[in-house]
C-alpha cells in the first residue's frame, strides 16, 4: 500500500474535499465534486509528486539550469531565453472543448500553491 494515500492535507480554495487514491502502479485516480477543485488538486498533487521535475522544466526552458548543476550547463542556455512556455500556456485550452477544457489557470494556481499542511 501507498503511505501517501492514507494522508489528508488541507488545500486553501478547496471548496469540497478531494479524495486521491493511488494505485499500486503509483497512479493516483481523483475524485471531486466539482471541475475547479478537481483540477485544483490535480495541480497540487503534480507539484507534490513531480516538484523537482517541474522545476527542471521551467529552470531548462528559461535558460537557468546551471544555476542547479553548475557552469557546464552555461552553454545550454543557448536557444532557450526568451521562454516559448507562456504563449504556450496561454492558448493551449482553446482547441479543447468547452466540456473538457480546465477551468482557467486551476492547475496552475493548485502547483502553485503553498505546500498543503496535515
Excluded at 529552470?59 to 544555476?67: D, K, M, N, V
Amino acid at each position: 500500500m501507498n503511505p501517501r494515500a492514507a494522508t489528508a492535507f488541507e488545500v486553501p480554495g478547496l471548496a469540497e474535499p478531494v479524495e486521491i487514491l493511488v494505485d499500486q502502479w503509483g497512479v493516483p485516480h481523483l475524485y471531486a465534486d466539482s471541475q475547479d477543485d478537481l483540477f485544483l488538486a490535480q495541480g497540487v498533487n503534480a507539484a507534490r509528486d513531480r516538484l523537482f521535475q517541474l522545476d527542471l522544466w521551467r529552470r531548462g526552458g528559461l535558460g537557468l539550469l546551471s544555476e542547479v548543476f553548475g557552469e557546464r550547463y552555461v552553454e545550454h542556455r543557448t536557444g532557450t531565453a526568451p521562454s516559448p512556455y507562456p504563449a504556450t500556456a496561454a492558448t493551449s485550452g482553446t482547441a479543447s472543448s468547452t466540456r473538457t477544457r480546465c477551468p482557467p489557470n486551476a492547475t496552475r494556481n493548485g502547483a502553485g500553491s503553498p505546500p498543503p499542511t496535515r
